[in-house]
Nanobody, 122 residues
Framework: QVQLVESGGGLVQPGGSLRLSCAASGFTFSRSAMSWARQAPGKGLEWVSSVYNVVSTYYADSVKGRFTISRDNAENTLYLQMSSLKPEDTAVYYC????????????????WGQGTQVTVSS
């Protein structure tokens, strides 16, 4: 069955960096579009970024230029490199297969990991 396991979250100061990982199994990762989404406290689910193959990447305006999505198809792993982090980036970050489409995400769709907490605070 499909499994998605995120890791790499933590507490970081404003302006700092983190790299999130998502280990995938149970499906053909190399042929699958993948996305990152986040949910801040008291807010709804927000699409962050998607990757359709090695070169086709997309970002929400709020993270463009600061976050980089990538994938290692040999290791079945999705990454999100986050730089110049801001307090408003504080959220639980999820990777998802089929959970986001055209910039809209729903946990009723597709498969989701358990999430990893990112807290940006001094």
């Amino acid at each position: 069955q499909v499994q998605l396991v995120e890791s790499g979250g933590g507490l970081v100061q404003p302006g700092g960096s983190l790299r999130l990982s998502c280990a995938a199994s149970g499906f053909t990762f190399s042929r699958s579009a993948m996305s990152w989404a986040r949910q801040a406290p008291g807010k709804g689910l927000e699409w962050v970024s998607s990757v359709y193959n090695v070169v086709s990447t997309y970002y929400a305006d709020s993270v463009k230029g600061r976050f980089t999505i990538s994938r290692d198809n040999a290791e079945n792993t999705l990454y999100l490199q986050m730089s110049s982090l801001k307090p408003e980036d504080t959220a639980v970050y999820y990777c998802t297969l089929f959970g986001c489409s055209a910039g809209v995400c729903s946990k009723s769709n597709g498969y989701w990991g358990q999430g990893t907490q990112v807290t940006v605070s001094s």
